[in-house]
């Protein structure tokens, strides 16, 4: 097990990362967990895997391009060595969040069930422990220590939220940390610091509340309560002796003059620590809270701390290459930290309440916050449903009610896409959302509520977006600006969540608008049913693109112009951040990922995360397109334009040695904000240089890349080499060439990697170079390969073509 430490709660914690056994399967009951084995008699099977936490049950096959990932029961097993230091102390299993209904044994009690995949739970074992500690069994088989089972389930189940027609995988197992904590038999189970001030900013006002856990019926404690500013100078502190009730409880209120505020430049938070004494033991609770007030200006922007601020936003889901929903703090870290290098100040998580990790991560980086329940598509189900999602709304508010940066309740998403239930009924589902909505406000009366994509009820909450996929969905990006206006009209308050396209990382394009020639400008980019499908309809972008990063970059290029002459734009969120896995988009060039992130799944960053940071950042940055396109294509005269992001104020662009002169910057020429030159490349070998000037700083950036002049024909055969070989992996790359060796750079082929030998495919990561079974990229395609030190035979395939092999 992972060693103690001392979080935010000051009782002792231990997280359970190690020493766990694993079974993707059911079991005919707890005791086959249990029971005593024999080495080698018929109850040593099933056979269990060990593995560590976090862990998702779908780590690998949600991406496995020949499967359907696995929807059912798993379960884990561990044994404990408790050992409660308190005098009556209580025992507790702290979830983070585990997917999607959870049940937990000590031995073969059941101790606990929680039916959500992502809200926190807690599990008091004390009375079960205390029993099986007393018993032979304990002694004998556990040599004292106690064993813990818990099974997960993620079956498709229509009476839970969210529907499995979301374009998200429902991920199962412990997924998220798990914690061993021992509190006195006093402490609290809920905080809550309310940290006001006025418009100005000049004062603020704590009020600190609260609700204990008190299952032993404590009449009275002495409270202790303390204020540090962010620099951890005790600021107001207050002491009484209390008695103890049942429910919420006003502990104190502190006045604070002219508090350090909390913005996205600088997210400064003051620490709010409550301390319960008692003869048994002392309890202390610290939480981070942050003074700051906002406002949604009736048909105008947002402000925070009286001041226009426009929301740069993007989304997250709770996914990555090689672990799916299993993230470590590591990996969060690693991921909004580069959101913030990005420029982002704002974030939607969709499509449910994310890990505290990541709402901790926000309050320090200073990014604000929309976080919603996931009543996610389907329509309405029945009592068990609705109870589900009004629990789950409290249990947000409840858990992240402390984050300086949330400033919206979100209460779903597409609720007007129907499917799951014979009946489609618009005023149930209205009537339902008012009941959320009012709840919401019951339990935070200080923050908004909104929603994204259900015309029917966008009168019911504070903040409304509609759907606007211009360019991508519906449409072209050039209506982007009129079509986000009309819209505006429409509502008080107006948020733009949900924009941008997929883009084939790898795949580039030198005539990328070259589709938009067929499809019409519409007046609306209202995303329609089926729109999203890579068949029939309308012609559009989704469908008829060649979904290069080239295309994306243009149309993310044309939105940021856009958003820089809209004053009265409250801002946008960019859909999503990163990669991600989903169950219905099986026909991806990539299997089963939705690609419209500006990083892959493993957080390799494409083209597009660099057109946002020349538009979002102050810090100089310079970037040439075209860094991951290692050949171009043209004729021999023929003029290429080659584009420079940047946010500084002028850039001399340099080929094969030569100046082809300064430009200056400007954010209303398109593209690349004026920063383009039109110029011929030499046959072969071309490299481009580039010097940009902020001020008196200067950042430079550099490619080198092949220009292609030869014309190809109908692709002919395969041809695959190691490109690179290093600590035990080595990279493969097929090119798809035509009959006389000629590179196909349009090609975009499906092609399938396999691998005979002592080494093993690093695949199902849900990547452009991490898939077995992948479109390719410009005619090319790679894969990486853990050789193990021996010997290794890969073998590319695509239909039409001769198999090729290479032998490592």
Request: aromatic share 10%; with cysteine; proline share 4%.
């Amino acid at each position: 097990m992972a060693g103690c430490f001392l979080p935010a709660h000051a009782q002792v914690t231990t997280r359970l990362n190690s020493d766990w056994e694993f079974l993707k399967q059911d079991l005919g009951g707890i005791w086959e967990a249990v029971r005593p084995v024999g080495k080698g008699n018929p109850e040593s099977v099933p056979l269990w895997e060990t593995v560590s936490l976090p862990h998702c049950v779908n780590a690998t096959d949600a991406v496995d391009p020949d499967v359907n990932y696995y929807q059912g029961p798993a379960w884990y097993r561990t044994q404990l060595d408790i050992k409660n230091p308190y005098t009556n102390g209580r025992t507790l299993l702290h979830f983070e969040g585990a997917g999607q209904k959870t049940e937990v044994y000590v031995y073969t009690t059941k101790v606990g069930t929680h039916v959500g995949g992502y809200d926190e739970f807690t599990v008091d074992i004390t009375e079960a422990v205390n029993a099986f500690t007393q018993t032979e069994v304990c002694q004998k088989q556990f040599k004292g220590k106690v064993p813990v089972a818990i099974r997960t389930d993620n079956s498709r189940d229509l009476e839970l939220i969210p529907s499995d027609l979301s374009d998200f995988n429902l991920y199962g197992g412990l997924y998220r940390y798990l914690n061993l904590i021992y509190t006195p038999a006093l402490s609290v189970d809920k905080l809550f610091a309310l940290a006001e001030t006025d418009n100005a900013g000049k004062t603020g006002k704590l009020t600190v509340r609260a609700r204990f856990y008190n299952p032993q019926r404590i009449s009275n404690t002495s409270l202790a309560i303390k204020l540090f500013d962010p620099a951890g100078k005790l600021v107001q502190e207050f002491s009484k002796e209390m008695m103890i009730s049942e429910g919420e409880l006003n502990l104190t209120t502190f006045t604070i003059k002219k508090p350090q505020l909390w913005s996205t430049d600088l997210p400064k938070l003051y620490t709010v620590e409550v301390t319960l004494k008692r003869p048994e033991g002392n309890y202390t609770r610290r939480e981070k809270i942050g003074f700051r007030n906002f406002e949604f200006v009736d048909n105008g922007p947002f402000r925070l701390n009286g001041k226009r601020l426009l929301l740069r936003g993007t989304h997250r889901h709770e996914d990555h290459a090689g672990v799916a929903a299993a993230m470590t703090d590591e990996q969060m870290r690693a991921e909004m930290v580069m959101m913030k290098e990005m420029g982002v100040n704002f974030i939607r998580l969709g499509h449910y309440q994310q890990s505290r990790t990541i709402l901790n991560l926000c309050d320090s980086l200073g990014i604000v916050v929309w976080e919603e329940i996931p009543w996610c598509r389907g329509g309405l189900g029945g009592d068990v449903y609705k109870e589900q999602a009004k629990r789950m709304l409290r249990n947000m508010i409840e858990q992240h009610y402390n984050h300086a940066s949330v400033i919206i309740w979100g209460l779903g998403n597409e609720n007007d896409w129907p499917g799951d239930f014979p009946e489609f009924d618009k005023e149930k589902i209205r009537t339902f959302m008012k009941e959320l909505n009012d709840l919401s406000h019951k339990l935070d009366p200080t923050r908004k509520t909104a929603i994204r994509r259900c015309d029917f009820c966008k009168d019911i909450v504070d903040v409304y977006s509609p759907s606007i996929w211009a360019g991508w969905y519906r449409g072209i990006y050039t209506e982007y600006k009129s079509v986000s206006e009309e819209e505006f009209k429409k509502v008080k308050h107006f948020l733009h969540v949900e924009w941008g396209g997929d883009s084939h990382a790898g795949r580039h394009s030198e005539s990328p608008d070259k589709a938009l020639q067929n499809i019409k400008a519409s007046g609306t980019a209202d995303e329609r049913a089926g729109d999203a499908s890579l068949y029939g309809g309308a012609a559009r972008a989704s469908k008829d693109s060649d979904w290069s990063e080239s295309y994306i970059c243009n149309l993310i290029d044309w939105h940021l112009k856009e958003q820089e002459t809209m004053p009265w734009l409250t801002g946008t969120a960019q859909w999503p951040f990163k990669d991600f896995s989903t169950p219905v988009r099986p026909d991806n060039p990539v299997p089963y990922m939705n690609q419209k992130g500006v990083v892959e799944r493993d957080l390799t960053k494409k083209e597009a995360y660099y057109v946002f940071q020349s538009y979002w950042t102050s810090k100089p940055m310079v970037r040439i397109y075209g860094h991951s396109w290692p050949v171009r294509w043209g004729t021999p005269d023929e003029e290429k334009m080659v584009k420079v992001y940047s946010n500084c104020e002028e850039a001399e662009l340099f080929v094969n040695g030569k100046s082809y002169g300064i430009k200056e910057r400007n954010t209303q020429s398109f593209p690349a904000a004026g920063l383009r030159w039109n110029l011929r490349f030499n046959k072969g070998v071309n490299t481009i240089s580039v010097i940009a000037r902020k001020g008196k700083e200067f950042v430079r950036d550099a490619i080198t890349f092949q220009y292609q002049t030869d014309t190809w024909s109908k692709p002919a055969k395969l041809n695959i080499t190691k490109i690179k070989e290093e600590n035990g992996i080595a990279t493969i790359e097929v090119k798809l060439l035509d009959a006389k060796d000629v590179l196909c750079l349009d090609a975009a082929n499906w092609i399938r990697f396999g691998l005979a030998g002592d080494g093993k495919l690093i695949d199902n990561q849900g990547t452009s170079s991490g898939s077995r079974y992948v479109q390719m990229y410009n005619g090319r395609a790679t894969i990486k390969i853990q050789t193990n030190k021996g010997v290794n035979v890969v073998s590319v395939k695509s239909d039409g073509m001769t198999t090729a092999t290479i032998t490592l």
